[in-house]
């Protein structure tokens, strides 16, 4: 089992910024992919953007360059570096662990964190 943890959300006028932290716990494969969803109310849950132990990174088009996901993996912890917020990122971002052994991919989610963007 895994454990997530996420914080740094909050309210935050178009413009700003915030940071997201996710910290996972418990039996941990070192090969394995730690990212952000999102999902505002009534879409469905998208990806963020995502980072593989080997550093690889993944972001969705319409938050490249302006946000920045890193990792340390020594703590397991992932961050979500977002600059220039607009309204339309405001929606509940959700922390996701994968990681596989063998043929089996195990994945975990984070509780949710509110992020407000206000126009």
Not at 5 to 11: P, Q, T
Not at 93 to 110: D, L, M, P, Q, S
């Amino acid at each position: 089992q895994v454990q997530l943890v996420e914080s740094g959300g909050g309210l935050v006028q178009a413009g700003g910024s915030l940071r997201l932290s996710c910290t996972a716990s418990g039996t941990i494969f070192s090969i394995n992919t730690m990212g952000w969803y999102r999902q505002a109310p009534g879409n469905q849950r998208d990806l963020v953007a995502d980072i593989n132990s080997g550093g690889n990174t993944n972001y969705a088009d319409s938050v490249k360059g302006r946000f920045t996901i890193s990792r340390d993996n020594a703590k397991n912890t992932i961050y979500l570096q977002m600059n220039s917020l607009k309204p339309e990122d405001t929606a509940v971002y959700y922390c996701n662990f994968k990681h596989r052994r063998a043929i089996v991919t195990y994945e975990y989610w984070g509780q949710g964190t509110q992020v407000t963007v206000s126009s």
